[in-house]
């Protein structure tokens, strides 16, 4: 998720100073310089040509539409309930009706601008993030360096008529948040980076992360519950979250948070416990987004190199950096395995590094889909964590216009990939191979990719 605010630029150069690791040394991991890595240039590829590997297709695409289509009407996440997909966008969100994979139809849209607009659903709740000040908590509200920014909350019991009803100032807003559900309420840990001293919503300090409390009868009387004192070390200028995966069924959580990753023990979701605080100076910049596979016995972390706005895919960037790492949870502690980039190089105009992806349901393999921006979307077998490969993949050529594109998120749920792609739309692409069928057998009811459930 693209570093868009002026505290984020001097926390992503600051963390590139981070000296501070907890816990022994560890091993350094084999991998193949870039000039070793597989490579097929894109040099030859038409703007917009979509490119896939003999196992994937291209099923289908919505393009953005009015009121979402503006020039930053950017998509961002995902989310999934029953027949339907919600994919939130700076403009504001949509709701699709998905029960036709192959032809996905928009059900609303609603107009509420902020970023970044991350989404997840709950019941009839969806969430969105917003992470920048606002001049109020309301949709009608102005982009200025305002005085609220955190989360907002609406109704949609109505899939066609969604309802706005309330929302939660934050400290530093709300880059991205996870849900934890409980019997009675909702939790919701928030991920957002600063301080930023000058700024009157994100002023220091600064806690690891804060957990708002949503009653599903009273969504409206939400409140910031607590800001836990996490025994962390020293991560330079600032602290926060850029994301938090929780796996509720398994008691833990894995938290990127800019310089470091860590792991929690969150048996106790309102006050969660540090297990390990794990750094990588020599190859992560911006510790992004972190996946359980499905036993979690690895954690798969990911970074962010240059924002999200660089060509980090090229043949002069190694194949460690602005990649994935996959962790082994070894004796309740995190061990460092192997590093894992797509081997398709792109060209120097195309923004591409390891962003949003989510497991495939298939029993003993660690098979994940992957968006890269303009690198496309990438199915990755992590099964073995020292021979990390790629499987099959979907791209398209390079963007006609200079600026961000290329695909945000790109989650698997019952049987399609489904693609937030930044300019172009709602993609939705199927994978036949024996490696990935089985996970065909699996159906979910919903999918909220930062609240992991086992299948």
């Not at 928030?190 to 919503?201: A, D």
């Not at 048996?267 to 969660?272: A, L």
Request: proline residues 8%; glycine residues 8%; charged residues 20%.
């Amino acid at each position: 998720m693209i570093f868009a605010k002026v505290r984020w630029a001097a926390l992503g150069a600051a963390f590139l100073l981070v000296t501070a690791c907890a816990g022994s040394p560890e091993p350094e991991a084999e991998a193949p310089p870039a000039s070793q890595r597989p490579q097929s240039s894109q040099s030859e590829a038409s703007p917009g040509e979509v490119m896939t590997s003999e196992n994937v297709t291209h099923v289908a695409n919505v393009p953005r539409t009015a009121p979402l289509n503006g020039p930053m009407d950017w998509n961002t996440d995902l989310a999934f309930q029953g027949d339907y997909l919600y994919m939130g966008n700076f403009g504001g969100f949509s709701i699709f009706d998905i029960s036709d994979p192959t032809a996905p139809k928009i059900v609303s849209q609603v107009t509420c601008p902020a970023q970044q607009n991350d989404v997840s659903v709950h019941e009839n709740l969806v969430i969105l993030s917003i992470d920048a000040p606002r001049s109020g908590e309301g949709c009608d509200s102005t982009e200025d360096r305002g005085a609220w920014e955190g989360l907002r909350i609406f109704d949609v019991s109505d899939k066609k008529n969604p309802k706005y009803v309330g929302a939660v100032a934050t400290e530093c807003g709300s880059h991205t948040h996870t849900m934890v559900p409980t019997d009675d309420k909702l939790l919701v840990y928030v991920s957002s980076p600063g301080p930023e001293p000058s700024s009157e919503t994100c002023p220091p300090p600064h806690q690891l992360l804060q957990i708002v409390e949503i009653p599903m009868d009273d969504p409206a009387s939400a409140k910031v519950l607590a800001t836990p004192e996490l025994p962390i070390e020293n991560q330079g200028e600032g602290t926060g979250c850029h994301d938090i995966t929780a796996y509720p069924e398994k008691n833990l959580a894995a938290a990127a948070c800019f310089g470091d990753g860590f792991l929690l023990d969150i048996t106790d979701p309102v006050s969660p416990k540090l297990i390990q605080q794990v750094t990588d100076q020599e190859n992560f910049q911006i510790w992004h987004s972190a996946t359980f596979n499905n036993d979690a016995t690895k954690v798969l972390f990911t970074d962010e190199l240059g924002g999200g706005s660089s060509p980090t895919c090229t043949s002069e960037i190694p194949a460690t950096k602005g990649a994935n790492a996959v962790y082994d949870i070894v004796g309740g502690k995190l061990e460092k395995r192997g590093y894992f980039k797509i081997p398709r190089e792109q060209q120097e105009t195309e923004n591409c590094v390891a962003h949003n992806g989510s497991l495939l349901p298939i029993p003993d393999k660690d098979i994940m889909v992957q968006a890269w921006y303009q690198g496309g979307v990438s199915f990755l077998d992590f099964t073995d964590s020292n021979a990390i490969k790629e499987i099959g993949f979907f791209e398209r050529g390079p963007y006609p216009e200079e600026g961000i594109a290329g695909s945000w998120s790109a989650y698997y749920y019952n049987g399609y990939v489904y693609s937030a792609d930044i300019q172009m739309g709602l993609d939705v692409l199927k994978i036949d191979d024996p490696l990935t069928d089985p996970a065909k057998d699996v159906k979910m009811d919903d999918f909220n990719v930062q609240t992991q459930k086992s299948y």
